[in-house]
């Protein structure tokens, strides 16, 4: 059975930075595609970041691309997502999944049901 369980969110100012990382259990972490997504209050989940199984092709959000950045650590089994220059509408909760259909794959799905497991989510609130 896979686990995923999300960290490192928290409160911060407008401008600022965190680190999340997702702990993965359960399956052999280092073959599969990996996302982070994200949920406001009142609207949909959505794509923010996913790496392929190597770490060496990432995709981004529009609006996240060039103040994200998604990587991984095959060896720790953990997903990383920086951010920088956060904004308050950056403010949900933050999910980590994994897409096990596809060993060794370059797809980087961006839809929810491109995903088989996920985590509990982490929140993240940025005060303008």
């Known amino acids: 059975q896979v686990r995923l369980v999300e960290s490192g969110g928290g409160l911060v100012q407008a401008g600022g930075s965190l680190r999340l990382s997702c702990a993965a259990s359960?399956?052999?972490?280092?073959?599969?595609?990996m996302g982070w997504f994200r949920q406001a209050p009142g609207k949909e989940r959505e794509f923010v970041a996913a790496?392929?199984?190597?770490?060496?092709?990432?995709r981004y959000a529009d609006s996240v691309k060039g103040r994200f950045t998604i990587s991984r650590d095959n060896a720790k089994n953990t997903l990383y997502l920086q951010m920088n220059s956060l904004k308050p509408e950056d403010t949900a909760l933050y999910y980590c999944?994994?897409?096990?259909?596809?060993?060794?794959?370059?797809?980087?799905?961006?839809?929810?049901?491109?995903?088989?497991?996920w985590g509990q989510g982490t929140q993240v609130t940025v005060s303008s």
């Open positions: 359960g399956r052999t972490f280092s073959s599969y595609t």
């Open positions: 999944a994994q897409d096990v259909r596809r060993m060794y794959s370059g797809i980087l799905g961006r839809e929810l049901n491109e995903y088989d497991y």
């Open positions: 790496i392929i199984w190597s770490g060496t092709v990432t």
